[in-house]
């Protein structure tokens, strides 16, 4: 019904968090192989639109989402707001932090991969 919403409000809150960052970051740039932390937290902004973006799109099909007031079916009627809000706070908060779970491993590689590729720089020299 709705939970595409937890995780689109948590690709907000990261877009929001990224911008905040990177303003910080573009003042103290540094020469290194690491990937700037502004850059991994879009990572996870994107992971997180794409999936709201795939599950918005089903429930438009599967007509539980529709561009007149209320917008969400389930917000007519009281009994289904409550199963609505229900579904979010399971569904939608794991979908949220199964996605950010992944984010996480790709952050365990990147950072593998770095330290890598700082050893063979340092070998070099």
Do not use: Y
């Not at 918005?56 to 007031?69: K, N």
């Amino acid at each position: 019904m709705a939970c595409f919403i937890v995780p689109a409000a948590e690709a907000i809150i990261t877009k929001t968090v990224t911008k905040a960052v990177s303003k910080k970051e573009q003042v103290s740039v540094s020469q290194s192989l690491k990937i700037p932390f502004s850059q991994k937290l879009g990572w996870l902004t994107k992971l997180l639109a794409g999936g709201s973006v795939l599950l918005a799109f089903e429930h438009v099909w599967h007509g539980e989402v529709t561009p007149w007031f209320p917008f969400l079916t389930a917000a007519a009627n009281p009994a289904d707001t409550a199963e609505m809000l229900h579904e979010m706070a399971t569904a939608g908060v794991a979908m949220a932090a199964l996605v950010t779970l992944v984010w996480a491993g790709m952050l365990a590689v990147c950072a593998a991969v770095e330290k890598k590729a700082q050893r063979a720089r340092a070998n070099a020299e």
